[in-house]
């Protein structure tokens, strides 16, 4: 199976094995004092540590050569294969390992099945496990992208193995390039089979197309273009009938535009549909065909195309108002339209549903809205988080202007701190400053584990209730986990800051789990005692949500919450009948709060959001006696309007934002505070602008307003200042092109003689169907010609906006993509899988194609079909080894000093296998001597042999007196003994008997030269 051998990336270096041969000549005569076999372990050691360097220098690798097979098969899963052929896919597969899965070469196999993306099915295995009857892994089907199917095979390829993918598809990709991923696959060694899936033939009528001018002018014809196709079988001439309808809407109104009997032949039709547009407005038409024989007809998902148009004119607004205070803004709404501006009025119980919905306007007034309105549960009506990201997002990027008109349900009054309106607006809605408004106290108390999804619907309405709180305000909610408890800020008395804990209290709020409350008394006490801690709270309030059962609270706990002015909310959800609603309903009739019987748990988060609202209620200013505004800027808005503007008898308190776009036009002399004492102000926010008005238009507050002469001209040129520009010079045309998963935007820009234009900027921006924002190019690609491109893989309505400038009017259009792609293939690509299964690895045969697909059985594929054929070259994995070649020159260079440095006696060597041979032997040895013992006899030996030479040699006579006054002193004695000035020796004489000791006539000899030098030491 394995074969191995050994290769070099760099060969010309082993050119410098040819210095071995010098090195030995240079190196053994320096050697040669290290004798014989030193000398030779040195040279050889020398030898190894170059070839160690030069095969590194080689960069050697360790080759192995494997005949192993890796098999991986590619299952195709998008809408455009039937399901029975989703079947036989799994059933070709097990049959393929099952006939032929080599175990015993260790072949490998894996599967992956793909749609929009890839993903593995069955990881790399080596031992048959046939797959389930349906896949496990869910993909998106709406789109074929073999391409990262393909990626993702390559990926997973093991190094040691022959590589081959097999495709069971219909080649009808509309994502990516299959080809280049094929490409780059044959180009690293990988073989490609494919297996096509047939798809039968079938009649098809399909809606490809609704074309109608982007941008049509008001009152001039135009033609819609409705293009059909009629896809039949192969010889066949089947003309489909049926009826064509097109609709035209705007806003909540649909027009039928045509309805007509129709017959579509094989081929492409074109149907020409006559319009012309009067008003001025944003328009969707939709074109709908209905077979008359639904047999004759494979698919219905694509029978249907929707386009855009957009018919500029002098401005139209939509004012949105109070449901429960309709007519309020009449007055206003009159006055508007006669200064010849469009205004449409919508209440808070019907709002927009799409951000296609308000392109018709060009601007948005909320005149004092709060966000979440109602008397009870049941009639309790609110912006969504998704409706407040539209109007925020239609201004910024799709530059309508936006107004906010005061008044005592709107601002921070009305519930919208810390929501993405506030972003748009050039205020902010909650007051930091204590001096100018007092701050309020909330505790929520929970109990409604009985009603469905509890847990979640408890956790959503704290979430809502925390994020409108401003920073200043407090809050605690209280919960039964066993016993009463705080879920924060137990040990600062329940009642914190939401300010800097507003992100721990979410956090906290996540992850908290609801218990049944026994009993109502404790926990509200619990409250009493919070609220009672909390001195600077001017408005306390309690929400009590419960299904009823827990024990009534005491009558001195109500009067304790009552005497701190705390007014307590009760919502009762699944309660156990009449008694449990009524002893609820008592609660908040003995506080002077608000009761709710829910029926649906979606109403819960809009009545959270409007009480929470109350503690909000000192938002609203209202100076006694009435205070003129202040103008403390300029601004066209106040163009030609003369002596100021009438005295406010109240507004709304906000907070300036610290931006230099922000224009402060009026100023309240009350508060003393100037940033939060703002009347009107404005700003350019994106591609929109973005106004507040803080006080109202004239029905409570500004009541003086209404018989101010310059009322008409002040809001009006308010709205208009606002407005989107609607200059109507048509010099922009905008087209769009949808193919392979996005869209192509073209722009042709003409000016006054219908001269090109050219070198313009232009600027698109388009929101798609899951509201995510796409920014792309638009670049010039020929005279007065832009084109730009976008994704658009998802189903559904795209706004495109096209920006050509400032002082010009943005271009707006929409595109549809009524349906996937793959409602669009209903034949078998062949060119594409005969592509794929032709290309040929190097030095490999190119892939097969099974012609007959997933209907060959086994007798039907031949020998070059079976996917784990022996046609591949072995797998070949190289490993480069030099940094261990390193490391072992290293440890021979640092032997080959060993050796030159330190010579070893082998001698102990000898003694070693002496003991082994008499231990193997059974041999008595003799006990050694002990060697402290011959040591000191050898020793003492030694030592009398040299006291006899010295006594023969230098043998000293001791007698009376020298001739010469001295006396001769032997070299021993004095410690200055030298053989080359050695006295002459006196003759020797016979001893005597008693003959001193060598010791002690030295010392004699040392006292007589004491005696002689007069009792001093000799020198």
């Keep these: 199976m394995w074969q191995h051998s050994f290769t070099f990336d760099s060969p010309a270096y082993l050119l410098l094995l040819l210095l071995l041969p010098l090195l030995w000549w240079w190196s053994y005569d320096s050697l040669s004092g290290l004798g014989h076999w030193r000398r030779l372990a040195a040279l050889v050691f020398r030898s190894l540590v170059l070839t160690a360097i030069v095969l590194s220098l080689a960069d050697i690798q360790y080759q192995r050569r494997n005949d192993q097979l890796t098999v991986i098969y590619l299952l195709d899963q998008s809408l455009s294969i039937p399901t029975d052929d989703r079947q036989e896919m799994v059933e070709f597969v097990n049959n393929s390992i099952m006939d032929h899965q080599d175990e015993s070469r260790n072949d490998r196999y894996a599967v992956i099945v793909f749609g929009k993306d890839a993903a593995v099915e069955m990881p790399l295995v080596n031992v048959q496990l046939p797959l389930p009857t349906r896949t496990e892994v869910l993909l998106d089907p709406e789109y074929t992208d073999l391409a990262t199917a393909i990626q993702r095979a390559k990926a997973m390829f093991p190094a040691d193995a022959a590589k081959r993918i097999v495709i069971l598809s219909d080649g009808n990709e509309n994502l990516g390039n299959a080809r280049r991923e094929a490409r780059s696959a044959s180009a690293t060694g990988v073989s490609i089979d494919v297996v096509p899936v047939m798809l039968s033939a079938r009649g098809e009528v399909s809606v490809e197309k609704l074309d109608i001018p982007a941008n049509a ?149 909320l005149a004092n809205v709060s966000r979440s309105s109602g008397t009870d549960a049941d009639n309790v009506a609110s912006f969504s988080d998704d409706q407040i990201s539209m109007l925020e997002r239609n201004t910024r990027e799709m530059g309508c202007g936006l107004i906010m008109i005061g008044g005592p349900d709107t601002f921070g009054a009305g519930g919208w701190t810390n929501t993405e309106l506030e972003k748009a607006m050039p205020v902010d809605f909650e007051i930091k400053n204590a001096k100018v408004t007092p701050v309020g106290a909330l505790v929520l108390m929970m109990h409604a ?188 808005i106040l163009d030609g309007i003369e002596g100021g503007v009438p005295p406010i008898s109240g507004f709304v ?114 929101v798609a169907p899951d509201m995510t ?60 899988l005969r592509t ?72 102990w060597l000898t003694a070693f296998l002496g003991r082994i041979r008499d231990k193997l032997l059974h041999r008595q040895r003799e006990a050694p001597v002990p060697e402290t013992i011959g040591r000191l006899r050898s020793k003492k030996q030694e030592i009398g042999q040299q006291i006899e030479r010295q006594r023969s040699a230098s043998r000293f006579e001791g007698t009376a007196e020298s001739t010469t006054g001295s006396t001769p002193v032997s070299p021993e004695a004095t410690g200055r003994s030298t053989q080359s000035k050695r006295p002459p020796q006196p003759p020797q004489q016979p001893e005597p008997e008693n003959q001193e000791s060598y010791t002690e006539r030295l010392l004699k000899a040392k006292r007589d030269v004491w005696k002689d030098n007069d009792g001093n030491p000799p020198r």
């Design 217 to 365: 002018r008001r009152g001039q014809p135009f033609q819609m273009r409705v293009v059909m196709r009629n896809d039949v079988p192969e010889g066949s001439a089947q003309t489909v009938k049926g009826k064509l309808r097109v609709i035209r809407k705007t806003g909540d109104r649909e027009d039928p535009i045509v309805e007509q009997d129709v017959e579509i032949a094989p081929g492409k039709r074109v149907f020409t549909v006559p319009e012309e547009i009067d008003l001025p407005d944003f328009y969707t038409y939709e074109a709908r065909f209905s077979p008359d024989d639904p047999d004759a007809d494979g698919m219905i998902q694509n029978n249907s195309a929707t386009a855009f148009t957009h018919v500029r004119g002098k401005g139209h607004v939509l004012l949105i108002e109070n449901w429960e205070k309709q007519g309020e803004f009449d007055f206003l709404v009159d006055r508007l339209r006669s200064e010849d501006i469009t205004v449409t009025v919508t209440t808070t119980d019907r709002l927009f549903s799409s951000l296609a919905e308000l392109q018709r306007y060009d601007s948005i007034i």
């Design 449 to 636: 584990g009985e009603m469905p999804q509890a847990n979640y619907w408890q956790k959503r309405i704290a979430f809502e209730s925390i994020k409108m709180l401003g920073s200043r305000d407090y809050c605690g909610l209280v919960q039964w986990n066993g016993n009463d408890s705080w879920l924060w800020g137990a040990s600062q008395g329940g009642l914190i800051r939401v300010g800097p804990n507003r992100k721990m209290m979410l956090g906290r709020v996540d992850q908290m789990t609801i218990g049944d409350m026994p009993a109502f008394d404790g926990a509200m006490k619990m409250a009493a005692t919070a609220f009672a801690g909390v001195k600077d709270a001017a408005v306390k309030h309690m929400i009590i949500i419960s299904d009823g059962d827990p024990t009534p609270p005491t009558t001195a706990t109500l009067n304790l919450l009552k005497q701190q002015q705390v007014k307590v909310t009760t919502v009762a959800v699944g309660s156990h009948g009449m008694l449990g609603s009524q002893e609820m309903q008592k609660i908040a009739t003995f506080t002077g709060g608000k009761y709710y019987e829910v029926k649906s748990a979606n109403a819960l988060p809009k009545i959270y959001q409007r009480e929470t609202r109350r503690i909000a209620r000192p938002l609203v200013y209202e100076p006694k006696p009435p205070v003129q505004p202040l103008i403390v800027g300029q601004s066209e």
């Design 653 to 766: 308190l906000t907070t300036v934002k610290e931006n230099p776009l922000v224009e402060v036009i009026l100023r309240s002399p009350q508060p003393a505070t100037e940033k939060n004492a703002t009347v009107l102000a404005n700003w350019t926010y994106g591609a929109g602008k973005a106004a507040a008005l803080t006080t109202d238009a004239g029905r409570r507050w500004a009541a003086d307003w209404t018989s101010w002469d310059n009322y008409d001209k002040f809001f009006s040129q308010l709205v208009r200042w606002s407005m989107r520009p609607t200059d109507d010079a048509g010099t922009f045309n905008i087209a769009t092109n949808v193919r392979d998963g996005s869209t192509q935007v073209i722009v042709t820009a003409l000016g006054e003689d219908d001269e090109f234009l050219n070198n313009q900027s232009l600027i698109g921006t388009v």
């Design 773 to 832: 924002s796409i920014p792309f190019r638009i670049e010039q690609t020929a005279p007065g010609r832009y084109s730009g491109e976008f994704p658009s893989e998802l189903a559904g309505s795209y706004l495109v906006v096209i920006n050509p400038g400032a002082g010009k009017a943005p271009i707006r259009t929409g595109v549809n993509v009524g349906y996937s792609a793959e409602y669009r293939d209903f034949q078998t690509n062949m060119a594409l």
């Design 836 to 907: 794929l299964a032709e290309l040929a690895p190097k030095d490999t045969p190119p892939g097969t194609l099974v012609e007959a697909g997933l209907k060959a059985t086994e007798a039907d594929l031949a020998d070059e079909e079976n996917p784990f054929r022996r046609d591949l070259p072995p797998a070949i994995s190289n490993q480069s080894i030099w940094p261990w070649l390193i490391v072992i020159g290293s440890c021979i260079f640092l032997a080959d000093v060993f050796v030159r440095r330190v010579q070893i006696n082998f001698l």
